[in-house]
T-cell receptor, first 112, second 112 residues
Framework: GDSVVQTEGQVLPSEGDSLIVNCSYE??????LFWYVQYPGEGPQLHLK?????DKGRNKGFEAMYRKETTSFHLEKDSVQESDSAVYFC???????????FGKGTTLSVSS | DTAVSQTPKYLVTQMGNDKSIKCEQN?????MYWYKQDSKKFLKIMFS???????INETVPNRFSPKSPDKAHLNLHINSLELGDSAVYFC???????????FGPGTRLTVL
């Protein structure tokens, strides 16, 4: 299959807390992996990406490592800020490389 | 200098009507997409066009018909609208080989 499974629902850290949002992909091949972020009233936008195993995507203090052995691409940040509040989607390209398959999204709400 | 634009932003209509949503990209991309985002924020691919040719048509009712007059435009026409069509529809574009997709701001469709 081509599915992506991520932490569902809401994550409610306080400012300064560390963050991990889990993402795992099911595959018989090794896809390109992405995290997209969606702010209220806007379309999703690319947050970071990794094209192959052991690549690490980075953006605005967030990181995600493409791990082949655990088929994971967890999103991590050492210290979240209120401005990080948004919906985060883990995604992968499909086997044909013609579209993105998204996880169900994780709502991050950071309190000050 | 908007990259991917959609019109209208909001569309409220009665069941049974026919409506269209327009999308334009000025990024020079060769591939365009339509996604549907439901009330739980789940994003699902509907259609994908590459160089004006349909390359993906997911399980979407044939009341939905995409039309691509040129590489920069991909419009979505919906016939006989139903309550369950209410959602936010996103257009996106990419260079097929890289599959990093750029999304428009979305069209919120409400069917009454």
């Amino acid at each position: 299959g081509d599915s992506v499974v991520q932490t569902e629902g809401q994550v409610l850290p306080s400012e300064g807390d560390s963050l991990i949002v889990n993402c795992s992909y099911e595959t018989t091949q090794y896809p390109s992996l992405f995290w997209y972020v969606q702010y209220p009233g806007e379309g999703p936008q690319l947050h970071l990406k990794a094209m192959k195993a052991n690549d690490k995507g980075r953006n605005k203090g967030f990181e995600a490592m493409y791990r082949k052995e655990t088929t994971s691409f967890h999103l991590e940040k050492d210290s979240v800020q209120e401005s990080d509040s948004a919906v985060y989607f883990c995604a992968r390209d499909n086997q044909a490389g013609t579209a993105l398959i998204f996880g169900k999204g994780t709502t991050l709400s950071v309190s000050s | 200098d908007t990259a991917v634009s959609q019109t209208p932003k909001y569309l409220v209509t009665q069941m049974g009507n026919d409506k269209s949503i327009k999308c334009e990209q000025n990024l020079g991309h060769d591939t365009m997409y339509w996604y549907k985002q439901d009330s739980k924020k789940f994003l699902k691919i509907m259609f994908s066009y590459n160089n004006k040719e349909l390359i993906i048509n997911e399980t979407v009712p044939n009341r939905f018909s995409p039309k691509s007059p040129d590489k920069a435009h991909l419009n979505l026409h919906i016939n006989s609208l139903e309550l369950g069509d209410s959602a936010v529809y996103f257009c996106a574009s990419s260079h097929r080989a890289y599959n990093e997709q750029f999304f428009g701001p979305g069209t919120r469709l409400t069917v009454l």
